[in-house]
């Protein structure tokens, strides 16, 4: 699934591990949502969504 | 240097933990079946018995600290242990059926004390390798 976590990060100035921080995930987690390499749960999505002010929709495209 | 959140620090704390207690539990194994078998001998039943259960507490610190990591990781993480702890007991399991069958065939000769003692340090270890790959799945 592709997503715009990476892009909406570097937009905000974070690095990976200070939005781990922010989410209360490791910074793995974040690497691996970014590269498409792992799926987040819906409360997971949701709390990335809220973070960015965005809705899930625009964050994260199934169909790529 | 790639900077560590607070998650990842805590998961590394956890598996040196887990490393030192798996190490305390083969050097007190070792301690304890010399004991055992030279100046405790001849002991009573009590002692022996007592002696021979050391190596628990440590194993017992390992299991802990896995345990933790397992239910203090998020969601990636608790997938990636979920995945090793899978392998780990599979893998184990069937080098126990293999080895049971070539021990029923005669073809080969372990005692069921070697056999037993090794099966939670084998299974840790295997669930340690397992992560590694399962985890570099992900990355």
Same mark, same amino acid.
């Given at each position: 699934?592709?997503?715009?976590?990476?892009?909406?990060?570097?937009?905000?100035?974070?690095?990976?591990?200070?939005?781990?921080?922010?989410?209360?995930?490791?910074?793995?987690?974040?690497?691996?949502?970014?590269?498409?390499?792992?799926?987040?749960?819906?409360?997971?999505?949701?709390?990335?969504?809220?973070?960015?002010?965005?809705?899930?929709?625009?964050?994260?495209?199934?169909?790529? | 240097?790639?900077?560590?959140?607070?998650?990842?620090?805590?998961?590394?704390?956890?598996?040196?933990?887990?490393?030192?207690?798996?190490?305390?539990?083969?050097?007190?194994?070792?301690?304890?079946?010399?004991?055992?078998?030279?100046?405790?001998? =001849?002991?009573?039943?009590?002692?022996?018995?007592?002696?021979?259960?050391?190596?628990?507490?440590?194993?017992?610190?390992?299991?802990?600290?896995?345990?933790?990591?397992?239910? =203090?990781? =998020?969601?990636?993480?608790?997938?990636? =242990?979920?995945?090793?702890?899978?392998?780990?007991?599979?893998?184990?399991?069937?080098?126990?059926?293999?080895?049971?069958?070539?021990?029923?065939?005669?073809?080969?000769?372990?005692?069921?004390?070697?056999?037993?003692?090794?099966?939670?340090?084998?299974?840790?270890?295997?669930?340690?390798?397992?992560?590694?790959?399962?985890?570099?799945?992900?990355?």
């Amino acid at each position: 699934m592709n997503n715009r976590v990476r892009e909406l990060r570097g937009n905000n100035g974070w690095s990976q591990a200070e939005l781990a921080d922010r989410l209360d995930v490791s910074r793995q987690t974040i690497n691996a949502i970014e590269t498409g390499k792992y799926d987040p749960s819906l409360p997971l999505a949701f709390a990335i969504a809220r973070l960015f002010g965005e809705s899930i929709e625009t964050l994260f495209n199934p169909d790529a | 240097m790639r900077a560590i959140d607070k998650r990842s620090a805590k998961s590394r704390q956890k598996l040196g933990e887990t490393f030192y207690s798996a190490v305390a539990y083969m050097a007190t194994t070792f301690v304890c079946v010399w004991l055992l078998k030279h100046p405790l001998s =001849d002991s009573g039943t009590s002692v022996r018995a007592v002696v021979s259960l050391i190596p628990l507490i440590p194993i017992g610190f390992a299991i802990r600290a896995v345990i933790r990591m397992v239910r =203090d990781g =998020d969601e990636l993480e608790r997938r990636i =242990d979920l995945e090793a702890l899978a392998f780990a007991a599979v893998a184990i399991g069937m080098l126990a059926l293999t080895l049971n069958l070539l021990m029923s065939a005669r073809i080969i000769e372990i005692s069921a004390n070697m056999a037993t003692v090794w099966v939670l340090p084998g299974l840790l270890l295997t669930y340690a390798c397992a992560k590694i790959w399962a985890r570099s799945r992900y990355q």
